[in-house]
């Protein structure tokens, strides 16, 4: 296997970099373009940035803090919240973002994928694949930041996703997000082995081992993690940090 991607996830509300834990509870965590600053110098392999108000308030992608930390990103930029049409990715990637992450229209409407995937190629559509345990303990894809239950088992999704263009998934589950518990593996692996294009896995991370399992019990070909680069210590201090590059070569990209 190549080399593992590491990709901090950077959360916004209104312009504001914060932190979830379930998809709830957002604290405020600093300010988002500092926080690529320093991810700049810690040469981070890539980096996902989230609107979680966009969607759920019916507001378009802010295309003005998308350029300004485009503008300061030095790694490939992945941008999601609110993006709704064809002419919402367009501006994104004319903003700078190589990637845009989509959720909810996504799963509403397959055709979006297919024609983003048509115009800008399927390495530049990401889908998000938000996922909880109902009250019977059976997964679930949920939409809406977290808030609208589908009846989507995620396999199912995933599969549809893929067939629609999508390059690639990201996998998170709402049940682990900010526990530092680690990653679903079951979950990662169901999905995994259904698909052919690449999984990332997010939710729950609080160490380098939490990552290697993921790519070695779970399938996953990437992993993401906010909690884990955001947080310091017990008493959740906030403090940027990232693996050292010996520490990931040494730890998670001998995986196979």
């Given at each position: ?40 110098e810690k040469e981070v392999d890539e980096i996902i940035v989230v609107d979680i108000s966009a ?25 999601g919240g609110g993006v709704r049409s064809l002419e919402h990715a367009r501006q994104l990637f ?33 889908v998000s694949l938000d996922v909880k345990k109902n009250m019977w303990g059976q997964y679930r ?116």
């Amino acid at each position: 296997m190549g080399r593992i991607r590491v990709i901090p996830v950077l959360l916004l509300e209104q312009g504001r970099l914060v932190k979830t834990i379930r998809f709830r509870k957002p604290s405020y965590v600093g300010d988002p373009v500092n926080a690529v600053k320093i991810f700049n110098e810690k040469e981070v392999d890539e980096i996902i940035v989230v609107d979680i108000s966009a969607t759920p308030n019916g507001t378009p992608p802010d295309y003005r803090m998308a350029r300004e930390i485009a503008g300061e990103c030095f790694m490939p930029l992945c941008y999601g919240g609110g993006v709704r049409s064809l002419e919402h990715a367009r501006q994104l990637f004319q903003a700078g973002a190589e990637k845009v992450a989509i959720n909810t229209a996504a799963l509403e409407n397959p055709k979006l994928v297919e024609s983003i995937a048509l115009e800008y190629g399927s390495q530049s559509v990401v889908v998000s694949l938000d996922v909880k345990k109902n009250m019977w303990g059976q997964y679930r894809v949920c939409t809406q930041s977290g808030r609208k239950e589908l009846g989507d088992d995620p396999k199912t999704a995933a599969l549809r996703m893929e067939s629609a263009g999508a390059g690639e998934l990201m996998l998170t589950s709402i049940d682990r997000d900010g526990t530092f518990e680690g990653y679903d593996t079951g979950l990662l692996a169901a999905v995994c082995h259904a698909v052919r294009i690449p999984v990332i896995a997010c939710g729950g991370a609080a160490s380098i081992a939490h990552m290697r399992a993921a790519v070695r019990d779970g399938g996953a070909s990437a992993t993401a993690a906010g909690s884990m680069f955001v947080y310091k210590g017990v008493h959740r201090a906030v403090l940027i940090s990232y693996p050292a590059q010996q520490d990931l070569t040494a730890q998670l990209f001998d995986v196979i």
